[in-house]
């Protein structure tokens, strides 16, 4: 669910056969509801939520604080809370507290001795990071696509027909995806990736890792999510990680991006 970027619709029949094979598969799904919610568009939103609300998924996962009220006043199903919260302390986390809260996802803009200490004096909830994946840097309402190359036309889906990029004065290229609300999704040019650095981060106990990956391909996923878990039971072991500079040179070769280990080492420059 969410921000749907790649064209492929959640409907109601369609969430019900990925909740069942998720179950099939000994895994949890939880829906995700778009990042923004106007209120010109309750009609479309408003709905939606109370649909998902009576499927039988592990959870919903909200970004805004008007979904969240909505949310613990019409369902009873496990909240999880997305990183565009903007969860960067210990208070935010207590604020908005709630027995129906099971997970926060932390701001991609702490370091890691930031995320050590909101996890030592936070709230019992488990807490989420970001591992891997392409960032959002920006949502926009107006339409590159549609104003360069259409302009006074009514829109013809561009953005469904090919894969574009903005590409900035250092000739690097980010890629941009439009929402069923036609709203621009400009992404990082590099990808998040904590693949090689996982034995630094798991020692935060209670945390949850997270791969970002609503754009990519199910044969992306499925490799990403094996190496991911391979590597996870290696450190639950206390093995060495084995061809980690090799698995990240083949995740560069599956995008076709480089990648970054974000702000989790460095802090925000």
Same mark, same amino acid.
């Given at each position: 669910?969410?921000?749907?970027?790649?064209?492929?619709?959640?409907?109601? @029949?369609? $969430?019900?056969?990925?909740?069942?094979?998720?179950?099939?598969?000994?895994?949890?799904?939880?829906?995700? $509801?778009?990042?923004?919610?106007?209120?010109?568009?309750?009609? @479309?939103?408003?709905?939606?939520?109370?649909?998902?609300?009576? $499927?039988?998924?592990?959870?919903?996962?909200?970004?805004?604080?008007?979904?969240?009220?909505?949310?613990?006043?019409?369902?009873? @199903?496990?909240?999880?809370?997305?990183?565009?919260?903007?969860?960067?302390?210990?208070?935010? $986390?207590?604020?908005?507290?709630?027995?129906?809260?099971?997970?926060?996802?932390?701001?991609?803009?702490?370091?890691?001795? @930031?995320?050590?200490?909101?996890?030592?004096?936070?709230?019992?909830?488990?807490?989420?990071?970001?591992?891997?994946?392409?960032l959002e840097l920006m949502i926009s309402e107006y339409c590159p696509l549609h104003s360069l190359l259409e302009a006074g036309k009514q829109c013809g889906g561009l953005c469904r027909q090919n894969q574009y990029f903005l590409r900035d004065r250092l000739q690097l290229d980010f890629p941009i995806y439009t929402d069923q609300f036609c709203r621009l999704h400009l992404l990082n040019t590099k990808d998040l990736c904590l693949y090689g650095d996982l034995n630094r981060v798991s020692p935060v106990g209670n945390l949850v890792y997270r791969l970002e990956l609503k754009t990519a391909t199910a044969n992306q996923v499925g490799f990403m999510v094996q190496e991911y878990h391979r590597a996870l039971s290696a450190i639950n072991k206390d093995q060495q990680l084995e061809n980690d500079d090799f698995v990240i040179k083949e995740f560069k070769a599956l995008t076709g991006r480089d990648i970054t280990k974000g702000h989790y080492f460095r802090g925000v420059e």
């Amino acid at each position: 669910g969410g921000d749907e970027l790649t064209g492929f619709h959640w409907t109601e @029949q369609a $969430l019900s056969e990925a909740i069942e094979m998720a179950h099939q598969s000994g895994s949890r799904l939880v829906i995700g $509801l778009p990042r923004i919610n106007r209120e010109g568009q309750r009609q @479309q939103w408003e709905p939606y939520l109370q649909m998902v609300s009576k $499927l039988p998924s592990d959870g919903i996962i909200l970004s805004d604080l008007g979904t969240l009220q909505l949310a613990l006043e019409e369902t009873t @199903q496990p909240i999880f809370l997305n990183y565009t919260f903007n969860f960067f302390n210990s208070y935010g $986390l207590k604020t908005l507290q709630n027995p129906h809260i099971r997970q926060y996802t932390l701001s991609p803009e702490l370091t890691l001795e @930031q995320i050590k200490e909101i996890s030592r004096i936070g709230p019992e909830a488990r807490l989420e990071c970001l591992v891997q994946g392409p960032l959002e840097l920006m949502i926009s309402e107006y339409c590159p696509l549609h104003s360069l190359l259409e302009a006074g036309k009514q829109c013809g889906g561009l953005c469904r027909q090919n894969q574009y990029f903005l590409r900035d004065r250092l000739q690097l290229d980010f890629p941009i995806y439009t929402d069923q609300f036609c709203r621009l999704h400009l992404l990082n040019t590099k990808d998040l990736c904590l693949y090689g650095d996982l034995n630094r981060v798991s020692p935060v106990g209670n945390l949850v890792y997270r791969l970002e990956l609503k754009t990519a391909t199910a044969n992306q996923v499925g490799f990403m999510v094996q190496e991911y878990h391979r590597a996870l039971s290696a450190i639950n072991k206390d093995q060495q990680l084995e061809n980690d500079d090799f698995v990240i040179k083949e995740f560069k070769a599956l995008t076709g991006r480089d990648i970054t280990k974000g702000h989790y080492f460095r802090g925000v420059e």
